[in-house]
């Protein structure tokens, strides 16, 4: 579900009525309440009285919060991986991002935002830090709709294949200046790209 939510399948204030989704996958409900509990821990979702369970609509604010700290966590997950990283870990994200050339060639977001994923969760795997991944993997999950959205607009993909260059390269050199000043940029290109989308 929380795909449909990133591809506004389902809308912001939508209820998800577990009944349902049972009946739409063929399942029994305890499955379903299992998963609306996982959006429900990740924000995607929430419940409200007397409505049940609905799409969470996010405000310019919340996104703002919700992106400065996943920000934070990835400098601080790049200056540990400088610390750690070797030339086979390199050889991976050198691979990651052949992978995502070809998704920007092809214009296919959902396979370039599963790389992105993956660029990103091999640079915390470098660092190193099991509670440092766990947090950014939760936030990550909460930040998944406004990744889908804002990979969609303009020459994003191609902007996004940049910034992982360059923190590919500044981790290659141990670069820490070179590497936030990348993170840095994703953000701030990010951020504008969602403030169009959510001026409220």
Excluded: W
Excluded at 6 to 19: A, Q, T
Excluded at 21 to 30: K, L, M, V
Excluded at 36 to 42: A, I
């Amino acid at each position: 579900m929380s795909n449909r939510i990133g591809k506004r399948i389902l809308n912001p204030g939508e209820r998800l009525v577990e009944s349902a989704i049972a009946e739409e996958f063929n399942t029994s409900h305890s499955p379903v309440r299992e998963a609306l509990l996982m959006l429900e821990r990740d924000r995607l979702v929430q419940r409200i009285p007397y409505q049940g369970v609905v799409v969470r609509r996010f405000s310019k604010s919340d996104i703002h919060e919700l992106y400065d700290v996943i920000y934070r966590l990835e400098e601080i997950a790049m200056e540990k991986a400088m610390v750690n990283v070797t030339a086979e870990a390199i050889a991976n994200l050198e691979n990651v991002i052949q992978a995502q050339e070809q998704a920007v060639e092809e214009k296919n977001i959902e396979v370039y935002y599963d790389l992105n994923e993956k660029f990103h969760s091999f640079i915390f795997l470098i660092a190193s830090n099991k509670v440092l991944s766990e947090m950014y993997s939760s936030l990550r999950r909460s930040a998944r709709p406004f990744r889908m959205i804002s990979m969609a607009q303009g020459d994003n993909l191609q902007s996004s294949l940049a910034e992982h260059k360059k923190q590919a390269k500044a981790l290659m050199e141990k670069d820490m200046t070179s590497g936030k000043r990348a993170i840095h940029e994703q953000e701030i290109r990010s951020i504008a790209s969602l403030d169009i989308l959510f001026p409220e």
